[in-house]
């Protein structure tokens, strides 16, 4: 497909996503490299939903380690159950927190990061890393963000 992303200047987010995944699934079609795929993921979602922070962590060894992002310069180790990116994969459940300063342990990559939500990526029964998504404005994730980043994440192959 052509590279580039038909952006749908919608505020209903439900919508947004509809249009963004088949989009998503184009761009991951027919290829195996999953550094180009992670990124291309973070762009997509960075490109249409203008959030602060969005990218991945990959679990290596007992820590996740940066992977492909958009956004500012973010921490590059996470120990299990440390920060919500930590707790996600220790609880093995997607985590949505309306204001990390009331989350106890957060993580501050960034002091403009307001809310977050982090879904962990399940691959033949393991978890193998996290997306995490980061707004500057309180309370901007919900069971709408979800569902269908849990669906995004689906669409990896690792
Ligand atoms: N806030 C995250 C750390 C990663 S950055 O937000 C990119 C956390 O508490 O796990």
Known sequence: MAE???IVRSTDKKEQ???LIPQ???LLYGEAD???NLANVSAALKEQFKWFWVGFYLVKGDALVL???QGPVACTRINKGKGVCGAAWEQAKTLTVPDVEAFPGHIACSSLSRS???IPIFYND???GVLDV???ELDQFDQTDAQYLEQIVKLLQF
């Open 134 to 136: 980061d707004s500057e």
């Open 4 to 6: 580039d992303l038909t």
């Open 126 to 128: 393991r978890i193998v």
């Open 24 to 26: 998503i699934e184009a």
């Open 34 to 36: 999953l550094i180009a």
């Open 17 to 19: 996503y509809l249009s």
């Open 116 to 118: 977050e939500i982090v």
């Open 67 to 69: 992977g492909p992002f």
